[in-house]
T-cell receptor, first 114, second 112 residues
Framework: GAGVSQSPSNKVTEKGKDVELRCDPISGHTALYWYRQSLGQGLEFLIYFQGNSAPDKSGLPSDRFSAERTGGSVSTLTIQRTQQEDSAVYLC????????????FGPGTRLTVT | AQSVTQLGSHVSVSEGALVLLRCNYSSSVPPYLFWYVQYPNQGLQLLLKYTSAATLVKGINGFEAEFKKSETSFHLTKPSAHMSDAAEYFCAVSAVDDKIIFGKGTRLHILP
């Protein structure tokens, strides 16, 4: 079946604008993660959805960042009033609820804030 | 809660030499452990994972890792490095019903 998909693949926006990034997880995967990867940096955890549980938002860097997951499937990460330091690759991953299940990553969205 | 530490943000080895990337974890319950690889300008893909079966886990591209509970380690090794192994490697840990936690990554450089 299809893997994790993300759109757009690239996004250039002006400072101060809002952006929405989309993630389509693998069908049936209950867990969904968002990460940020800046140039030369590791993975920065942003938010974690698991089934119908309240999301773990502990990684969101500011209140400009928010995410939702509709119907337990597609997720949207929204960044309001973008800043230049928000420029990064935003990665989405999903996994099943089976014990020890690995994550499957999407190709990422490269965000550039000018 | 779980955590993972990768020693060395950059590791350089000569082509044909042993690759050793270190990972230590902390977990209050039996962990699941993973190694992921990210080749330049590509996404992350799973190299191998430990899920409480055999302690020596074999993965793709000749890599393997050994779970050592006494040392809380899950180091990644490969007997002979190839130029194509140049990439960033991430160790990760999770437990039942908890999110996966990633280390900060180790960039592997292969010297000709």
């Amino acid at each position: 079946g299809a893997g994790v998909s993300q759109s757009p693949s690239n996004k250039v926006t002006e400072k101060g604008k809002d952006v929405e990034l989309r993630c389509d997880p693998i069908s049936g995967h209950t867990a969904l993660y968002w990460y940020r990867q800046s140039l030369g940096q590791g993975l920065e955890f942003l938010i974690y959805f698991q089934g119908n549980s309240a999301p773990d938002k502990s990684g969101l860097p500011s209140d400009r960042f928010s995410a939702e997951r509709t119907g337990g499937s597609v997720s949207t990460l929204t960044i309001q009033r973008t800043q230049q330091e928000d420029s990064a690759v935003y990665l989405c991953a999903s996994s099943s609820r089976r014990e020890g299940s690995e994550q499957y990553f999407g190709p990422g969205t490269r965000l550039t804030v000018t | 809660a779980q955590s993972v530490t990768q020693l060395g943000s950059h590791v350089s080895v000569s082509e044909g030499a042993l690759v050793l990337l270190r990972c230590n974890y902390s977990s209050s319950v039996p962990p699941y452990l993973f190694w992921y690889v990210q080749y330049p300008n590509q996404g992350l893909q799973l190299l191998l994972k430990y899920t409480s079966a055999a302690t020596l886990v074999k993965g793709i591209n000749g890599f393997e890792a050994e779970f050592k509970k006494s040392e809380t380690s899950f180091h990644l090794t490969k007997p002979s490095a190839h130029m194509s192994d140049a990439a960033e490697y991430f160790c990760a840990v999770s437990a039942v019903d908890d999110k996966i936690i990633f280390g900060k990554g180790t960039r592997l450089h292969i010297l000709p």
